[in-house]
């Protein structure tokens, strides 16, 4: 197999930075250039408010939230794509 040697630990470290610096980018062109407004607009995803569980003598609290961007979304694309290519 060709990819055998990648783990899948720096596949999801690809896929978080393309998603971070899609993000920047999409930001960057959002605020500078007037006729790209809609990258900079973000979408939530997730839960608003997270999930608690009190035992008196320890608590935890489970939650996640995605704000994502059209631009981050081709950022983890375009990751992914470079990862099984290289």
Do not use: C, D, H
């Amino acid at each position: 197999m060709k990819n055998s040697s990648k783990s899948v630990a720096f596949l999801f470290f690809i896929i978080i930075l393309g998603g971070v610096f899609g993000s920047i980018i999409g930001e960057f062109l959002g605020s500078n250039i007037q006729s790209l407004y809609f990258l900079k607009i973000v979408y939530n995803i997730g839960t608003t408010v997270p999930l608690t569980i009190n035992l008196k003598f320890f608590s935890i609290s489970f939650g996640i939230n995605f704000s994502l961007n059209i631009m981050s979304i081709i950022g983890i694309i375009l990751a992914i794509i470079l990862y099984r290519r290289y």
